[in-house]
Structures are given as structure tokens and as C-alpha cells.
């Protein structure tokens, strides 16, 4: 595989910023001119390729175009290796039907015996995202692919990064408290790795950020 900088921004493209909670009229408008029904919900992020008029929606659709656009420069993403890539899309798909929904569930959670149902879903989905990294990451190093960061990286530890900075004030539970008591050592090394990426870390919005933008999943809880 190449090795490449993280860095694949251009001045011909562009990813609309905005307030997650209170969108205005003009990325609406941009949205609705993107996705077929026109009574979809305006969910970020969009995407405006200026060079070649491509407008693009969801992340990993996004992700996918940038990485085969600017292959030759940056970090390349996704192995040449047909093989490596479907194990890559395996495991996005395997962290985002277990630990993604078991964060979100704990958001909706209005009860502490609903708080520790989930805190078991969470544990469960941690135990098998770290026996998915023993079973086909590749060895050399702490990411999915060994020493090269990769998309299994920059799709996933997002959430891992809002897990940390929201659960703990919002329910009362530690991610890496749960990795420790499930003895999830290989997560532990794949997770900490990604979080200390520079390009994830310098990205990375503030944790007040993060729980204020999150803050809109969250249900009342109605026993303390």
C-alpha cells in the first residue's frame, strides 16, 4: 500500500459546516435538490465537488468518492487488496449494527434498569468488535490494517470519541471503564491508537461540543 499525508482537501471541494441542531434554508434547499424525496429530513453532512458539479450525501458515500478521487495523494484509505477492502466494510458494518445503536439506545434509556440493559449492550458490542480485531485485523500495528490508518479508522472512532466525552455525564458510563472489565485488550489498542491520531485528534470538536450536539437524542430520565 502507498503511504500517503491525511490530507485529501482541496479548494475544489467543500463540506457544508453547520449547526447541527438548527440548519438554515440554504442547506435545506441544497439537501432537497440532492436527495429524490423532497420531504427528507436535512441530515449532514453534504458534499460539493466545484471542479466536477458532484453533490453528494451520507458519510459514507462521501468517504468512498474522496478516497477513489484522491487516491494519489493523502493517506490512501482503502487497499488496492479486494480482500482487505471487504474486511474494512465488514468491520464499519459489524461497529455500526453494535456499538452505534448501543450508544444511541443508552441516550433513549429513561430508566436505570433501561441504563443497564444498555450498559450490557454496550459490553456485548464492545466484546465483539475486539474479537472481530483478533479475528481478521492485520498484525504490525494498533489500527484494522496493522501500522496503516485506514477508513475501518476515520468511519468509526467518531463515535467512539462521542461515546467518551457523553456517556459519562449523561448515564453515568465509562467506554473505557467497559473495554477494561471486558478485558478487551485489542480494542483497547485499536481504539486508543485512533483517538490519538493527529488528524482525528485535530479535528475532533470540543467534548462540550460534542454532548451539546448530542444533547437532542437525549430522553429524561424518570427515576434518579
Not at 454496550?122 to 474479537?131: N, Q, S
Request: proline letters at 6%; one cysteine or more.
Amino acid at each position: 500500500m502507498k503511504h500517503k499525508t491525511d490530507n485529501t482537501h482541496t479548494p475544489s471541494s467543500s463540506l457544508f459546516q453547520v449547526d447541527l441542531n438548527n440548519k438554515d434554508e440554504e442547506f435545506k434547499a441544497v439537501y432537497s435538490k440532492i436527495h429524490p424525496d423532497p420531504s427528507a429530513v436535512a441530515k449532514v453532512p453534504i458534499f460539493q465537488d466545484h471542479e466536477t458539479g458532484v453533490s453528494l450525501i451520507e458519510s459514507m458515500v462521501i468517504a468512498d468518492y474522496l478516497e477513489h478521487k484522491y487516491k494519489s495523494s493523502g493517506t490512501q484509505l482503502l487497499p488496492d487488496n479486494p480482500e482487505l477492502t471487504a474486511n474494512i466494510k465488514l468491520f464499519i458494518e459489524i461497529f455500526n449494527s453494535t456499538f452505534t445503536p448501543a450508544m444511541f439506545s443508552l441516550f433513549q434509556a429513561d430508566t436505570n434498569a433501561k441504563v443497564e440493559e444498555g450498559r450490557g449492550r454496550l459490553a456485548a458490542a464492545i466484546r465483539t468488535i475486539d474479537r472481530f480485531l483478533q479475528e481478521r485485523s492485520q498484525p504490525g500495528g494498533p489500527f484494522f490494517m496493522g501500522c496503516q490508518f485506514s477508513q475501518a479508522e476515520v468511519v468509526t472512532i467518531p463515535f467512539i470519541q462521542r461515546g467518551i466525552a457523553t456517556l459519562p455525564d449523561y448515564r453515568g458510563i465509562d467506554v473505557r471503564e467497559i473495554v477494561g472489565e471486558e478485558n478487551a485488550m485489542r480494542m483497547k489498542e485499536w481504539m486508543e491508537a485512533g483517538l490519538a491520531r493527529p488528524s482525528l485528534a485535530a479535528t475532533k470538536p470540543t467534548d462540550e461540543v460534542i454532548r451539546d450536539g448530542m444533547r437532542k437524542f437525549l430522553v429524561q430520565m424518570k427515576d434518579f
